[in-house]
Structure formats: C-alpha cells, structure tokens
C-alpha cells in the first residue's frame, strides 16, 4: 500500500468520522515535516508510510474520544504530535505548547499553509503557562514529554474541574502509573485509568493514561521545573 492508501484504510479502522479533506491535510503536513527535518531535528521517523503508521495513526487512536469545540492543550507538541493529527481529524480546539521556539515556529507556519483553522502553536514551558492559563482547557493530550508522575503536575493545573488529561505511553506503563498515583491525588485527579487500544499496522499495543480532574489542584502547583524533577510528588 502507498502512504494514502495506508492512510485511509487506517483511519476508517480508528477514526472513521474523519472529515473529506483530512487525508490530504495529512498528506501535506508529512510532506512539509520531511522537508523541514532536513534541516531542523523535527523527527526521528522519515520514511512516508512509517510517519502514517507510527506518527499519524499511533495519535489518530484519540479521536474518538474529543468532542466537537472541546479546547485541548497538547503539552509538549514537539513537532506537532498528537496534537496537529487530532486537530485535523477532529472539531475540538487545539492549543499546540512546546518549550522549543523553532518546533513552534514550524507548527504556525505549517497550519497556515494548510489552512488548519482549530490549531494554534505557543511557545512557553507549560509550567509558566500554567500561570495564566490555569483551569481552562477541557483536555490535556501528551506524548513522549516525561515520567508521569511529573507530567501530572504540568497538565492537572491547566485542567477545569471535570477536565481530562490522556497521557500516551508505552504498553507496559503500569509501574509508571502507579508512581503517579500520589501525584494524581495531590494535584486533584480522580484514580488513573489505564486505556489499552491497537493502533492500524502496529504490531505494538499502546495505552492511554485517563485522569479525570475532580478537585482543584493547590496553588501551590506547579512548581519550578527544577523542583518538579527533582522532587517529583
Ligand atoms: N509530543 C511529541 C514530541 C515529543 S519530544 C511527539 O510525541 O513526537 C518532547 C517535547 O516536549 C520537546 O519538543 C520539548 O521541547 C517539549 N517539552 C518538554 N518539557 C516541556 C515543558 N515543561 N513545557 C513545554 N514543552 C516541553
């Protein structure tokens, strides 16, 4: 199969409300990563069916579960993922946050050129932003940025009380969770659940951390990202 092809008959397999012009957009959103990779540390996955597989449908398994105009944060987007997949994919609102300026840089002028209208990137750390933007995002999508127990304490604050945090990992990320337990409660999340789902033409299982805010989290987070790994909760 082509990259449309494996694109298509993955995306009916997981994400199948996609809207018409998803597949092209993702199309040139591949092409435009490969070009600017050639210059910028973008992503380690080059070969167009493998950026469908392992980057596009590993991320297109979270669709389902965003809702029409619901605001999202991806924390850590880095070049653009889960967060730039989902935005094409899906009504919600998406809000694309990385620490690096020129992975952001990147992502503005890529959602541009393809005329992506429910994405915009930001550059901060999300424990800065947090200051501002406290309790407003419904959901918190991560991927790849850090041990659980501390990327808690950057995604629960940017929550609303009822708001979701889904933190992708490997298969095997019950110890990890269950070094997050303490931080979870801390900072006002309800027990972690573990979500197992297949992505299309992956021979790996991956899960999906569920954490479902359900009291404030104390002002006292988060704190300096120096104290956050160092003494994490
Ligand atoms: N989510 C992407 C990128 C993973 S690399 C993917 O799955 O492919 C991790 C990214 O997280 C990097 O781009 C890094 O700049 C960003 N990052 C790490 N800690 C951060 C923080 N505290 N705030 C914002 N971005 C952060």
Do not use: W
Not at 115 to 133: C, M, P, Q, S, Y
Not at 166 to 179: P, R, Y
Request: glycine share 4%; charged share 25%; proline share 7%.
């Amino acid at each position: 199969m082509n990259e449309r092809e494996l694109l298509i008959e993955g995306l009916e397999r997981c994400a199948p409300d996609y809207p018409p012009q998803a597949v092209d957009n993702l199309l040139s959103f591949s092409e435009r990563l490969r070009e600017a990779n050639l210059h910028m540390n973008l992503t380690a996955i080059t070969e167009p069916n493998e950026i469908v597989t392992r980057h596009f449908l590993d991320c297109a398994v979270l669709a389902p579960m965003l809702p029409q105009g619901a605001r999202v944060l991806d924390l850590g987007t880095g070049a653009g993922f889960p967060g730039v997949p989902l935005a094409v994919l899906t009504g919600a609102e998406f809000t694309l946050l990385d620490a690096q300026r020129k992975r952001v840089d990147f992502l503005n002028e890529t959602l541009a050129a393809l005329g992506i209208k429910n994405a915009r990137a930001v550059h901060a750390r999300a424990e800065e932003f947090a200051a501002e933007n406290r309790e407003s995002f419904d959901f918190v999508t991560s991927r790849a940025v850090a041990e659980l127990n501390q990327l808690c304490e950057l995604a629960l604050p940017l929550l609303r009380m009822g708001g979701v945090f889904l933190a992708m990992k490997a298969a095997d990320c019950e110890q990890e969770t269950e070094n997050a337990l303490n931080a979870a409660k801390v900072l006002g999340s309800a027990p972690p659940e573990i979500i197992r789902l297949r992505p299309p033409f992956s021979e790996a299982e991956r899960a999906v951390v569920r954490m479902e805010k359900i009291a404030p989290t104390p002002a006292a987070y988060p704190r300096r990202f120096a104290k956050i790994r160092s003494k994490p909760l």
